[in-house]
């Protein structure tokens, strides 16, 4: 007998704005704070990634809990990740006491130990001590900060479980300095973003794979997303859409997105189909752009059972996890059409897969 499909949709009602108290198109401070309780079940995290002019990029996240792991109590953790332009990779992951872990509910002052990720919606300051690893960032905002709509994806006959997304910096000027072991301080600066994603039940649960991705070309700003529900849902898609020019929003009604991903092969290391080419084609009455990502650097690969510590590990592996994360960097493309192509323009930029579900 087939199974009946739950329902899932993004927040875009005007009971849904005043169900959680937001504004449309008006961010507030409070909604980079504190969204849940670390409660079992629940989680949360603050990201941030750049590209340096040294040629580097770097992500930084503190999370609330490990995401494969969302029935544990609060259990904080950081991630880091610094690829230099050599080819040299460093990766350290911090697992911190719960007692070291506060957060502001009024806006965005995460600590956790000697670390903090704090800002405004418009100036962040990220300061990590992982090992021999030292950093400080500052970020400062071009692009003000943007949700799609509520920014609340819903799952469920009584829209029970959510999952929810606030780009609080779709694109900023970074300066950032890094010390590692012995090495001389490195100073760079570069182009950053950073967003807040949190929910209320394992994205294992509800969601099959994303992709996400973000870019900077000359005056563009482009923050893209595909995410792809569990088969619960239908294996509903959800595209996700951003393109500013010079700090100004132009489109960003993913009802207007069209997306396509090509030249798919399997990654040897997680298994996980990855495409080397994703297209988003954005057209209303007026105006239709395309943006065109195109792979040609891996920067992480990693099982999600490799993230855990040894026991949970073998037990998640006992259970059958095989979710996958890819990070990518490579070429992007903006073209924009009146009748024909009238722009075209090139860039660098870095985008993920993310892969809960297993393979079809």
Request: charged share 20%.
């Amino acid at each position: 007998m087939k199974v009946k499909n739950m329902p899932a949709h993004l927040g875009t009602s005007p009971q849904e704005y005043a169900h959680l108290g937001l504004k449309q198109g008006q961010i507030e401070q409070w909604e980079d704070g504190m969204r849940t309780d670390g409660s079992p079940n629940t989680y949360e995290w603050w990201y941030f990634d750049a590209h340096l002019d040294d040629g580097s990029t770097v992500a930084i996240t503190f999370f609330t809990k490990p995401i494969v792991d969302v029935k544990k109590p609060l259990s904080p953790q950081i991630t880091f990740n610094l690829d230099r332009p050599d080819g040299t990779r460093l990766e350290k992951i911090l697992h911190a006491p719960t007692q070291e872990f506060t957060a502001s509910t009024k806006g965005c002052d995460v600590r956790i130990g000697s670390n903090s990720f704090k800002g405004d919606l418009h100036t962040y300051q990220i300061h990590v001590e992982i090992e021999d690893v030292v950093a400080d960032i500052q970020l400062t905002g071009t692009v003000p900060a943007w949700r799609p709509e509520t920014g609340h994806l819903y799952f469920g006959d009584r829209d029970q479980h959510v999952f929810a997304w606030l780009p609080s910096v779709p694109q900023g000027q970074v300066q950032a300095t890094i010390t590692v072991g012995n090495q001389q301080q490195q100073q760079s600066s570069g182009i950053g973003y950073h967003d807040h994603n949190w929910g209320n039940i394992s994205m294992l649960k509800l969601m099959h794979h994303w992709y996400w991705g973000r870019a900077k070309v000359g005056d563009y700003t482009v923050i893209a997303s595909y995410i792809t529900a569990e088969e619960e849902y239908g294996y509903q898609e959800f595209p996700i859409f951003l393109l500013a020019r010079s700090g100004q929003i132009l489109a960003d009604d993913g009802r207007n997105v069209s997306f396509s991903a090509s030249d798919i092969y399997t990654d040897d290391v997680t298994k996980k189909p990855v495409a080397n080419d994703l297209v988003y084609t954005y057209q209303d009455n007026t105006q239709k752009y395309v943006v065109t990502f195109h792979r040609q650097q891996d920067i992480v690969r990693q099982k999600f059972v490799d993230t855990l510590p040894g026991f949970e590990a073998w037990v998640a592996r006992l259970a059958g996890m095989d979710g996958a994360y890819l990070r990518f960097t490579g070429e992007v493309k903006i073209e924009r059409y009146d009748e024909k192509m009238v722009e075209s323009q090139q860039g660098e930029a870095i985008w993920e897969l993310m892969y809960f579900g297993h393979v079809h």
